[in-house]
């Protein structure tokens, strides 16, 4: 009984979401895919990548708060889904193209490259959006999801986790590091301890 | 009335210009050409990161920074895609008014700096740089176009920020 209503639920959702905009978004994309054998799924929340960081200026702490999660969702190439990957790509370049998404840059070549964008006003942003590519690895899109975050601060912190200043679990990074590059059995393997902790996480 | 005719005018002119823009766009979707394309909305935001820097020539930086519109730069290995770029980039120089700012050679490349008046002395609203020759053993022709209101004193420093061939040659600019 449950479920049927979980599923009305989600019907009514995608209903919803496909009435007010005619357009394809990357939510719907990712909506649509998740499930789909090709696609891998990660769910990062930031508490997962940031440490410990009570030393840090009360100012920047904030900042890490404005990130809520990270969510990656990769095509892997895996020698038999090439067909499949060159028309996803088409399409998840055209939602990219939109220009809801403001680009911030780009780089590389029709082979391999990168493109960074978000979405909100310049200074308070909902989501950024990191996509990348590469012809014989597959594609990953990462969606950066949070409150109000100030892309100037957060780039602010990245300088000073080059620096060494924020904590970050490094090991908890290496899957969305690796996601492109490993054998696939590796990569799952990879997912499920993700899962595990996520569980976890949820359960404090 | 006399808006109708200006606002007619500006739908006219508007291909000619978005063509010009396309010239060097079709070439980011060719294989064998790398492309980087900056916009302004990342200057914006870079510009904030040390807004409340007290080094004057910080300042002075943040400045240029704040007011780039874009900076696109493609640069490709392959020696008949280069000599297309060649052509475009000499025939943009034409259509689009831009004089010559300097050109040199040096090693095995060959430079050239062209740039549109700006606001003011020594500012320019475009910056074009069309490098060829050698790089690393390989042939390499890079086109590097910067926009906005460019402090020409400044653009130098943009040299060390920007990790893309062709970046260092900007040193040069003065």
Do not use: W
């Amino acid at each position: 009984m449950k479920k049927k209503i979980n599923i009305i639920g989600i019907l009514v959702l995608i209903l919803g979401l496909a009435s007010c905009t005619s357009e394809p978004s990357l939510q719907s994309y990712y909506v649509d895919h998740q499930d789909n054998k090709n696609f891998m799924v990660l769910d990062v929340p930031a508490s997962l990548i940031v440490g410990d960081n009570s030393q840090l200026p009360a100012k920047d702490q904030e900042t890490l708060k404005s990130v809520k999660k990270a969510v990656v969702l990769a095509l892997p190439l895996n020698g038999e889904n090439e067909e499949f990957y060159k028309e996803e790509r088409v399409t998840i370049e055209q939602i990219l193209e939109n220009e809801k998404y403001s680009l911030l840059m780009r780089m590389g070549s029709s082979k391999s490259g990168v493109r960074i964008s978000y979405l909100g006003d310049e200074d308070s942003i909902d989501e950024i959006v990191i996509y990348g590519n590469d012809e014989e690895k597959g594609f990953a899109v990462a969606r950066v999801l949070g409150d109000d975050m100030n892309i100037g601060a957060i780039l602010k912190l990245a300088k000073s986790i080059g620096n060494g200043d924020v904590n970050v679990n490094v090991n908890s990074l290496e899957p969305l590091m690796d996601m492109l590059g490993e054998k696939n059995d590796s990569l799952e393997m990879k997912i499920n301890k993700q899962r595990q902790i996520k569980n976890g996480d949820s359960l404090k | 009335m006399k808006k109708s005719i200006i606002l007619v005018l500006a739908i006219m002119l508007a291909p000619i210009f978005s063509n010009a823009q396309s010239k060097f766009e079709r070439y980011e979707k060719m294989r064998d050409v790398n492309a980087m394309v900056i916009t302004s909305n990342m200057f914006k935001l870079l510009a904030e990161i040390d807004l409340d820097s007290d080094d004057p020539e910080m300042q002075q930086y943040i400045n240029l920074i704040e007011n780039l519109k874009d900076i696109k730069v493609i640069s490709t290995e392959n020696t008949s895609i280069g000599a297309e770029m060649k052509k475009d980039f000499d025939s943009h120089i034409n259509s689009g008014s831009l004089e010559k700012l300097m050109s040199f050679k040096d090693d095995n490349k060959n430079v050239q700096f062209y740039s549109k008046p700006g606001s003011k002395k020594n500012f320019v609203s475009q910056l074009m740089m069309l490098m060829q020759g050698r790089e690393d053993g390989k042939p390499i022709t890079v086109v590097l176009s910067i926009t906005g209101d460019i402090d020409l004193k400044e653009v130098s420093k943009l040299a060390k920020d920007l990790e893309v061939p062709g970046a260092e040659e900007l040193e040069k600019v003065n």
